[in-house]
């Protein structure tokens, strides 16, 4: 660690001294560049790690009672999405303006069997 600061300081000393000449130097420019992005590059590593802590900086996944397992679009503004709510999984259809439980899934049941009871329903 010592020989990093040292290789540091005789990198930089030159810098310091071009920047009281008349024109900039291109290594005096691009320490600064390289120092610059290691400032914030360090910021977004504290950031992500007071995130991870719990700080509340960043959203986390929320433990509750409804969770997404899949969503899929269908065009435009219309989705299918699997939900599970309280051990119980259902297949919602949604849209603009409404959202409609199209079944309830069962982990034994086809898909051809699910979608015979909802036209059966329907009918």
């Known amino acids: 660690m010592r020989w990093f600061f040292i290789t540091f300081i005789f990198i930089a000393q030159p810098v310091f001294a071009a920047t009281n000449a008349a024109e900039p130097s291109l290594l005096g420019s691009s320490l600064k560049m390289v120092a610059a992005l290691g400032v914030v590059i360090g910021l977004l590593l504290l950031i992500y ?49 409404r959202i409609e439980c199209l079944s309830k899934l069962t982990a034994d049941a086809k898909f051809a069997e ?8 329907q009918s």
């Open 114 to 121: 699910t979608l015979q009871q909802v036209e059966e329903d």
């Open 49 to 97: 790690a007071a995130s991870r802590k719990g700080f509340g900086i960043l959203p986390h996944k929320r433990n509750g009672l409804i969770e997404v397992l899949e969503t899929r679009p269908l065009g435009g503004r219309k989705f299918l999405c699997v939900v599970k709510v309280r051990g119980q999984e259902m297949l919602l259809g949604l849209s603009n303006d």
